[in-house]
């Protein structure tokens, strides 16, 4: 056996530890810990690429909105359970101002974060209609919300756009929707954990088919213009994020304060409802709740149930943000574009030692750098490859946990310190001395 930058007992005890069968499987806080165990058993340092969690300080502009707000004596008091007006007027804006669709501020809806948007969005879009029970992904995907389906235990279906980019999207999509009982389709876009940005062709194709079958589309922007190989970052001018809102009326948008603006910690997020759904009245609303349309039980019924609103002065942040970003004084992709920069260097030291990008291509480009990039190695099952960097000091999450059929892992470049790139580079050589190919 070759010796490795950490001791191969140390990782296997850890695994052992932690009772994993198959690495594989272990969910990001599992490898978190077990890469956590490793370091401090063996003095050696982790590259740790398996969190997606902001490494960014969070935005100013948001942290002193929110401190006047808690001086000024918000604390004590109950939020407007339809969200904060301001905010949603500046979430309203932003939606016009960065995807150039129009949505009424009565729509836009704060939330604990997406992760509260899409839970609330998957009970109200199950109960509008007793036929349409499931949950469709469009994968890979972030587990954590097929983890609210399970709790909530609802259906649903996924498969892997991998091979069902482009034009074979209309007929893969179909054949899950002429079942009749989809009532929501959801994907990531830029998408965590692949980095894959579906192209207007692509959510053309999710919109026609969304409105034909009558289903709604829940768009989780929760990398909003993340996509750095176009400038995004400009309020009402071109070009714009990519967005289903222009291809189908019956939508959420999921915007979160999360990635673009790190302000993960506050757990805020605008979920944006398109006019014509918040106005829809479905016959199991109705049943279930005596009234209401999509839009008053998503918030009156649904929201009040969850949370009683959302932190009243995470709100006041997200509203100074928005508003500062509308307003142009605020270029809050300049901060994040960091993780754009990390993930060229990381991947060019990836490839150079044999790895491969796992999702490689948006039909015709290659994929942006940004948050997430996925890798493999020949020869090699996510499983044995999420093991075996562990003994190389590098955890990473296998790409079988976010309904991908694909051999590899999810690298995110959020934590990457400045001395790490040197650090990978001779650890990488060491796993390609020691793994040859062919
Ligand atoms: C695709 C996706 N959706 C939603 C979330 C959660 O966002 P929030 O922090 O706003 O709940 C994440 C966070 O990692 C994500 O990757």
């Known amino acids: 056996m070759k010796n490795t930058p950490i001791n191969r007992a140390v990782v296997d005890q850890a695994i052992a530890a932690f009772g994993i069968a198959d690495f594989g499987k272990a969910t990001i806080r599992e490898v978190k810990a077990i890469a956590a165990q490793a ?8 590259i740790k690429m398996e969190m997606g969690v902001p490494g960014l300080p969070p935005s100013a502009v948001g942290v002193a909105a929110e401190i006047e707000a808690l001086q ?11 969200g904060l007006p301001q905010l949603k007027i500046e979430a309203s804006r932003f939606v016009k101002a960065f995807i150039d669709v129009d949505l009424r501020p009565e729509g836009c809806v704060p939330v604990t974060g997406s992760m509260q948007g899409t839970f609330a969005s998957f009970l109200t879009c199950c109960q509008c209609d007793a036929k349409k029970d499931t949950i469709l992904f469009i994968d890979p995907g ?40 989809i009532a929501a389709i959801i994907y990531s876009n830029p998408n965590n ?33 993340m996509d750095f190989r ?11 994020q990519p967005s289903v809102a222009h291809y189908t009326d019956h939508y959420v948008l999921l915007i979160s304060g999360s990635k673009a603006f790190s ?30 349309t999509f839009g008053t039980v998503f918030i009156h019924r649904v929201l009040y149930a969850l949370s009683s609103g959302t932190s009243h002065s995470a709100q006041y942040a997200m509203a100074a943000m928005l508003k500062a970003a509308n307003e142009g004084t605020y270029p809050f992709l300049e901060e994040v574009k960091e993780y754009g920069r990390r993930a060229h260097r990381l991947k060019e030291i990836f490839l150079r030692h044999g790895f491969h990008l796992v999702y490689d291509r948006d039909l015709d480009d290659p994929v942006a750098d940004g948050f997430y990039f996925t890798i493999g190695y020949p020869g090699m099952s996510s499983s044995e490859l999420a093991r075996e960097l562990m003994y190389y000091g590098v955890s990473a999450i296998s790409l079988e946990t976010t309904g991908s059929s694909q051999q590899g892992l999810r690298a995110c470049t959020s934590f990457i310190g400045a001395h790490q790139y040197d650090q990978l ?7 390609a001395e020691h793994h040859p190919v062919g």
């Not at 000024?72 to 339809?82: E, F, H, K, Q, V």
């Not at 918040?278 to 279930?288: E, I, Q």
């Not at 580079?425 to 796993?431: I, K």
């Open 142 to 181: 972030f587990p954590v919300q097929k983890q609210q389906l399970v709790v909530m235990g609802q259906r649903y279906e996924t498969f892997d756009v991998y091979n069902h980019r482009g034009s074979k999207l209309h007929a893969k999509l179909e054949s899950y929707l002429q079942s009749g009982r």
């Open 39 to 46: 370091e401090t058993a063996s003095g050696v340092e982790f």
């Open 425 to 431: 580079d001779e650890r990488m050589t060491l796993f």
């Open 72 to 82: 000024n004596g918000i604390a004590s008091l109950y939020p407007d359970i339809n």
């Open 230 to 240: 176009q400038e995004l970052g400009k309020p009402f001018a071109p070009p714009y």
């Open 263 to 292: 302000y993960a910690g506050q757990r805020i997020g605008v979920s944006c409802i398109s006019d014509k759904l918040y106005h829809r009245a479905y016959a199991g609303l109705t049943g279930r709740y005596g009234g209401g």
């Open 193 to 225: 954990p692949s980095w894959v940005c579906l192209k207007e062709e692509e959510l053309r194709t999710i919109g026609a088919l969304a409105t034909q079958y009558d289903v709604v589309v829940l768009e989780d922007l929760a990398y909003f213009a």
